[in-house]
Nanobody, 127 residues
């Protein structure tokens, strides 16, 4: 089993920055990919970014490319999401997720490919 705990969400003004963290514990050696997803009220959960846990290859949703950066620190068992130039449309609950099986580049955006999920952290961007 893998446990994930997100932190860092808060209220911020448009144009501001936040850094989310996802602390990972348990069978971390089994992780292949990790990702960030978000869900706004009344909307479906959507892909934000993902990173290969070992290799470090990164993928981003078009809506956040150039503004968000995903990173991981294996020694600290922590994944991060640095969010800059935040917009009101970035308001959502942000979830971190981990996969225990290999994921193709085409499938990293699919939430069903991830086996473990955190409880989420609220990010609110005011205009």
């Amino acid at each position: 089993q893998v446990q994930l705990v997100e932190s860092g969400g808060e209220l911020v003004q448009a144009g501001g920055s936040l850094r989310l963290s996802c602390a990972v514990s348990g069978r971390t050696f089994s992780i292949t990919y990790m990702g960030w997803f978000r869900q706004a009220p009344g909307k479906e959960r959507e892909f934000v970014a993902s990173i290969g846990w070992g290799v470090g290859n990164r993928y981003y949703a078009d809506s956040v490319k150039g503004r968000f950066t995903i990173a991981r620190d294996i020694a600290k068992n922590t994944m991060y999401l640095q969010m800059n130039s935040l917009k009101p449309e970035d308001t959502a609950v942000y979830f971190c997720a981990a996969a225990r099986s290999p994921i193709t580049m085409e499938a990293v955006r699919e939430s069903r490919k991830y086996d473990y999920w955190g409880q989420g952290t609220q990010v609110t961007v005011s205009s």
